[in-house]
C-alpha cells in the first residue's frame, strides 16, 4: 500500500527520475506549472465559486424555520367620498407590521438543512475531483511539451545526419562507387524525414498552445518531472485506496445521502403547520377625520391594535401535489444512489486502467532502452560493413530509422508511464493541493467561506470572504512555433 505521507510531498522531491531530457538551466519544474495551474487555472476557480454558491444553500435552507418581520405603509386620499357616509375623511396614513414565527412544519425545514449540509460535503469532493483532473491536465500537457520537444530534436538531428549521407552518397556516385539507386534512396529519406521533422514541429506547437491553455502561460524551458512515490504493487491495492479517498465517488456517496434527506422533506409537505403571528396597526388621519353634521364632541385622529395568534395550517387535500413530490423524491433518491454505483464502478476501471497502463509502459521503458542499445550497435555495424563493401547504403538508412524510431518510442514510453502513473494516483484520490504540497500562496481553505455563510442572519450581509484567485486570459500569449530552444 502507497504511504500517504509520501504522496503529500510528490512533488517536493528533486531527484530526476523518468528523465526525458536533460535539465536546461533556470528551467521552469513542474511544482511551479503546477502552482500556477492551482492560482489561475479557470476551470479550478469555477469550480471553488461553484462551491461557494452551495454554501449558500444551507442559509437559504435554515431561512424557512427562522422569523420573519414585514412592515407595510401606505398613505391614502380619497378622491371621491360616500355621500352618504357620517364621516369625512379626505386621507389616512396606516402602518402595518407582522412578525411571524415558525413552530412546526413538520421536520420540512431540518431536512432541508441537512440535506444543504450534505451538498456542501459534495460540493468539496467535487472540488476536489476538480483539482485532479485539472493537475492531470497540467501534467499531462508539461509531459507532452518535453516528449515533443525530444522528438523535434531526434528528428532534426536524423535530417542533418541524412543530408551529410546524401551529399556523400552523391560524391561516391561521382566516382563511380556506388549507383544512382543508391542516390534516389538516400533522397527519399531525406524528404520522408524533413516531413517527419514538420509534423514533429506542428505537433510542438499543439503542445504549447495546450500548455498556455491548461496553465495559464507560455511553456519555457522545462526541467524534467520529478519522480513519481512508490505506487501500489497490485491494482487490488489501489482500487481499495481509491474506494476510500476517490473524490468523485465520494461526492457521489454525499448526493445519495442528500436526496434521502429531500425524500423527508417531501413527505413534510403532509404534516401539519404551526406559527405564531403577532399583527400591529396604526392608523392616522392627519387631524381631518370629522363627523358630518353638528357633533361637539372630538373624535379620536389615530387608532392602534395589536394582536398575537397561534396558527396551525392542517392539510386536508392539496390536489395529490404532495404525493406527486414524494414519488419524485423518492425516484431522484434512487437514481442517486444507482449514480453512486456507476460512479464506483469507473472509479475501479479507471484505477484498473491506469495501473495497467503504468506497468506496460515502464515495462515499453525497459524494451525500448534494450531496442535503442541495439539500435546504435546495428548501425555502428552496419556502417563499418559498408566501408568494405558488405552492406549498401539502404542498409546505413534502414539502420539509422530503426534507431530513431526506437529513441521516439522511449520517449513517448517515459511520458505514458509518467502520465499513467499521475493518472493512478489522482484516481485514488492523492492529487489535490495539499497533497502536491504546492507553494502557491494560501491553499483555498473552503471551510472559512462555509462559515462565513452559513453564519449569515441578517438581509443586507455581502460576502466577506474574498474571492477564490483571478483567472489569466492567454489573449496576449504569441503564437508558438514548434522550434526548439537553443536552435
Not at 392608523?283 to 373624535?299: K, M, S, V
Not at 484505477?351 to 515495462?363: G, H, I, K, L, P
Not at 559498408?386 to 511520458?415: H, M
Not at 509518467?418 to 491553499?443: E, I, P, Q, T, W
Given at each position: 500500500?502507497?504511504?500517504?505521507?509520501?504522496?503529500r510531498?510528490?512533488?517536493?522531491?528533486?531527484?530526476p527520475?523518468?528523465?526525458?531530457v536533460?535539465?536546461?538551466?533556470?528551467a521552469?519544474d513542474?511544482?511551479?506549472?503546477?502552482?500556477?495551474?492551482?492560482?489561475?487555472?479557470?476551470?479550478l476557480?469555477?469550480?471553488?465559486?461553484?462551491?461557494?454558491?452551495?454554501?449558500?444553500?444551507?442559509?437559504?435552507?435554515?431561512?424557512?424555520?427562522?422569523?420573519?418581520?414585514?412592515a407595510?405603509a401606505?398613505?391614502?386620499?380619497?378622491?371621491?367620498?360616500?355621500?352618504?357616509?357620517?364621516?369625512?375623511?379626505?386621507?389616512?396614513?396606516?402602518?402595518?407590521?407582522?412578525?411571524?414565527?415558525?413552530?412546526?412544519?413538520?421536520?420540512?425545514v431540518?431536512n432541508?438543512i441537512?440535506a444543504?449540509?450534505t451538498?456542501?460535503i459534495?460540493?468539496?469532493?467535487?472540488?476536489?475531483?476538480?483539482?485532479?483532473?485539472?493537475?492531470t491536465?497540467?501534467?499531462?500537457?508539461?509531459?507532452?511539451?518535453?516528449r515533443?520537444?525530444a522528438?523535434?530534436?531526434?528528428?532534426?538531428?536524423?535530417v542533418?545526419?541524412?543530408v551529410?549521407?546524401?551529399?556523400?552518397?552523391?560524391?561516391?556516385?561521382?566516382?563511380?562507387?556506388?549507383?544512382?539507386?543508391?542516390?534516389?534512396?538516400?533522397?527519399?529519406r531525406?524528404?520522408?524525414?524533413?516531413g517527419?521533422?514538420?509534423?514533429?514541429e506542428?505537433?510542438?506547437?499543439?503542445?504549447?498552445?495546450?500548455?498556455?491553455?491548461?496553465?495559464?502561460?507560455?511553456?519555457g524551458?522545462?526541467?524534467p518531472?520529478?519522480?513519481l512515490?512508490?505506487l501500489?504493487?497490485?491494482?487490488?491495492d489501489?482500487?481499495?485506496?481509491?474506494?476510500?479517498?476517490?473524490?468523485?465517488?465520494?461526492?457521489?456517496?454525499?448526493?445519495?445521502?442528500?436526496?434521502?434527506?429531500?425524500?423527508?422533506?417531501?413527505?413534510?409537505?403532509?404534516?401539519p403547520?404551526?406559527?405564531?403571528?403577532?399583527?400591529?396597526?396604526?392608523?392616522?388621519?392627519?387631524?381631518?377625520?370629522?363627523?358630518?353634521?353638528?357633533?361637539?364632541?372630538p373624535?379620536?385622529?389615530?387608532?392602534?391594535?395589536?394582536?398575537?395568534?397561534?396558527?396551525?395550517?392542517?392539510p386536508?387535500?392539496?390536489?395529490?401535489?404532495?404525493?406527486?413530490?414524494?414519488?419524485?423524491?423518492?425516484a431522484?433518491?434512487?437514481q442517486?444512489?444507482?449514480n453512486?454505483?456507476?460512479?464506483?464502478?469507473?472509479v475501479?476501471?479507471?484505477?484498473?486502467?491506469?495501473?495497467?497502463?503504468?506497468?506496460?509502459?515502464?515495462?515499453?521503458?525497459t524494451?525500448?532502452?534494450?531496442?535503442?542499445?541495439?539500435?546504435?550497435?546495428?548501425?555502428?555495424?552496419?556502417?563499418?560493413?559498408?566501408?568494405?563493401g558488405?552492406?549498401?547504403?539502404?542498409?546505413i538508412?534502414?539502420a539509422?530509422?530503426?534507431?530513431?524510431?526506437?529513441?521516439?518510442?522511449?520517449?513517448?514510453?517515459?511520458?505514458?508511464?509518467?502520465?499513467?502513473?499521475?493518472?493512478?494516483?489522482?484516481a485514488?484520490?492523492?492529487?489535490?493541493g495539499?497533497?502536491?504540497?504546492?507553494d502557491a500562496?494560501?491553499?483555498?481553505?473552503?471551510?472559512?467561506?462555509?462559515?462565513?455563510?452559513?453564519?449569515?442572519?441578517?438581509?443586507?450581509?455581502?460576502?466577506?470572504?474574498?474571492?477564490?484567485?483571478?483567472?489569466?486570459?492567454?489573449?496576449?500569449?504569441?503564437a508558438?512555433?514548434?522550434s526548439?530552444?537553443?536552435?
Amino acid at each position: 500500500m502507497i504511504d500517504g505521507r509520501v504522496t503529500r510531498k510528490l512533488l517536493l522531491l528533486s531527484c530526476p527520475a523518468m528523465v526525458l531530457v536533460a535539465a536546461p538551466l533556470h528551467a521552469e519544474d513542474l511544482r511551479s506549472a503546477l502552482a500556477a495551474t492551482y492560482a489561475s487555472n479557470p476551470t479550478l476557480l469555477g469550480a471553488r465559486e461553484q462551491l461557494r454558491a452551495t454554501d449558500a444553500g444551507v442559509p437559504l435552507a435554515r431561512a424557512d424555520g427562522l422569523p420573519s418581520l414585514n412592515a407595510t405603509a401606505t398613505e391614502t386620499e380619497y378622491v371621491r367620498q360616500n355621500p352618504a357616509s357620517t364621516t369625512d375623511m379626505p386621507r389616512m396614513v396606516t402602518a402595518v407590521g407582522t412578525l411571524s414565527v415558525p413552530l412546526y412544519n413538520g421536520g420540512g425545514v431540518k431536512n432541508a438543512i441537512r440535506a444543504a449540509d450534505t451538498r456542501v460535503i459534495a460540493g468539496r469532493n467535487d472540488l476536489r475531483a476538480t483539482e485532479a483532473g485539472v493537475f492531470t491536465q497540467a501534467v499531462t500537457a508539461y509531459l507532452d511539451v518535453i516528449r515533443t520537444e525530444a522528438i523535434v530534436r531526434l528528428n532534426k538531428a536524423q535530417v542533418q545526419t541524412l543530408v551529410t549521407n546524401l551529399k556523400a552518397t552523391s560524391d561516391r556516385f561521382q566516382i563511380g562507387d556506388v549507383t544512382k539507386t543508391d542516390v534516389a534512396q538516400s533522397q527519399s529519406r531525406l524528404a520522408v524525414a524533413q516531413g517527419n521533422l514538420r509534423s514533429a514541429e506542428a505537433s510542438l506547437v499543439q503542445a504549447r498552445e495546450t500548455y498556455i491553455q491548461i496553465i495559464g502561460h507560455e511553456a519555457g524551458e522545462l526541467a524534467p518531472p520529478p519522480p513519481l512515490p512508490s505506487l501500489p504493487a497490485a491494482p487490488e491495492d489501489a482500487v481499495g485506496i481509491a474506494l476510500d479517498a476517490n473524490p468523485d465517488l465520494a461526492a457521489a456517496r454525499e448526493r445519495s445521502k442528500a436526496a434521502g434527506f429531500d425524500s423527508d422533506v417531501a413527505r413534510a409537505s403532509r404534516m401539519p403547520k404551526v406559527s405564531m403571528v403577532a399583527n400591529g396597526n396604526y392608523t392616522d388621519y392627519l387631524g381631518q377625520l370629522a363627523l358630518r353634521g353638528n357633533f361637539p364632541f372630538p373624535i379620536a385622529q389615530s387608532a392602534a391594535t395589536a394582536d398575537v395568534s397561534i396558527r396551525a395550517t392542517i392539510p386536508l387535500y392539496q390536489g395529490g401535489r404532495p404525493s406527486a413530490q414524494i414519488k419524485q423524491a423518492q425516484a431522484r433518491e434512487g437514481q442517486a444512489m444507482d449514480n453512486e454505483i456507476a460512479t464506483e464502478r469507473q472509479v475501479i476501471a479507471s484505477v484498473r486502467a491506469s495501473f495497467s497502463n503504468y506497468r506496460a509502459a515502464n515495462e515499453i521503458i525497459t524494451a525500448s532502452q534494450t531496442a535503442v542499445e541495439a539500435a546504435e550497435l546495428s548501425l555502428r555495424g552496419v556502417k563499418a560493413e559498408n566501408s568494405v563493401g558488405n552492406r549498401t547504403v539502404l542498409d546505413i538508412l534502414n539502420a539509422e530509422q530503426e534507431l530513431v524510431n526506437a529513441q521516439v518510442q522511449l520517449v513517448t514510453a517515459r511520458r505514458n508511464a509518467y502520465v499513467a502513473g499521475f493518472s493512478l494516483l489522482s484516481a485514488m484520490g492523492r492529487v489535490s493541493g495539499k497533497d502536491l504540497g504546492l507553494d502557491a500562496g494560501a491553499l483555498y481553505d473552503p471551510e472559512i467561506h462555509y462559515r462565513d455563510a452559513r453564519g449569515t442572519l441578517g438581509d443586507w450581509g455581502v460576502d466577506k470572504v474574498q474571492g477564490a484567485g483571478q483567472p489569466t486570459r492567454t489573449v496576449d500569449t504569441p503564437a508558438q512555433n514548434g522550434s526548439t530552444f537553443g536552435n
